[in-house]
């Protein structure tokens, strides 16, 4: 498995504010994916984050809306931008450490937006 | 795109009580994965399959990999006030790299 930290736990924000999660993961990892779980919903990949190249965005998700970083094996971020009330969820990264389709979760970021 | 349909979308069973789930799609996967979530926190994995017909198990939980590939299940034996969550199941595409998820079933037991 891996020991995956993300940052904020949770945060309540003002509409048209910008947020970055960061996501921490314990040891190297090729494969980094961002999710979103709207309340009482299930998960839906946002994108997946390659290191040293421009994240993998699903349909109905765009750069300039959701900019993610991958700096590094280890680490990544996530930016929800002009936020609005709609992009109240939690937000969750993930791994997958050998390539296998196995993938494990951080905790998770409870983002409420007014 | 693929989907997952997962039943039932609740349960409200007696502890002590067995449980069974499952997830169905027209489309093939590679791999399937059941996932449990609490409240508050992020999906936890419970139990992976990597192979058409593959039956494994965790301790009071049994999944198994459809021979078809296109379907999962998940049991859970004898049970008890910590199981209570919601259980989603996920399948891996074969060749993207992505998992798909299920709408969850959230699991409720009656003491």
């Known amino acids: 498995s891996a020991v995956i930290s993300q940052k904020p736990s949770r945060d309540i924000c003002q509409r048209g504010t910008s947020l970055t999660i960061q996501c921490q993961v314990d040891s190297q990892v090729t494969m980094m994916f961002w999710y979103r779980q709207q309340p009482g919903q299930s998960l839906t990949l946002i994108a997946t984050a390659n290191q040293g190249s421009e994240a993998t965005y699903e349909s109905g998700f765009v750069i300039d809306k959701f900019p993610i970083s991958r700096p590094n094996l280890t680490f990544s971020t996530l930016t929800v931008s002009n936020m609005s009330p709609e992009d109240s969820s939690i937000y969750l990264c993930?791994?997958?450490?050998?390539?296998?389709?196995?993938?494990?979760f951080g905790p998770g970021t409870r983002l409420t937006v007014l | 795109g693929q989907q997952l349909n997962q039943s039932p979308q609740s349960m409200f069973i007696q502890e002590g009580e067995d449980v069974s789930m499952n997830c169905t799609s027209s489309s093939i996967f590679n791999t399937w994965l059941w996932y449990k979530q609490d409240p508050g926190e992020g999906p936890v994995l419970l139990i992976a399959l990597y192979k058409a017909g593959e039956l494994t198990s965790n301790g009071r939980l049994t999944a198994q990999f459809g021979i078809t590939r296109k379907d999962s299940f998940l049991n859970i034996s004898a049970s008890i006030p910590s199981d209570v969550g919601i259980y989603f199941c996920a399948g891996g595409i074969q060749g993207a790299q992505k998992l798909v998820f299920g709408q969850g079933t959230r699991l409720t037991i009656n003491p």
């Open positions: 993930s791994v997958d450490k050998g390539n296998t389709d196995t993938q494990y």
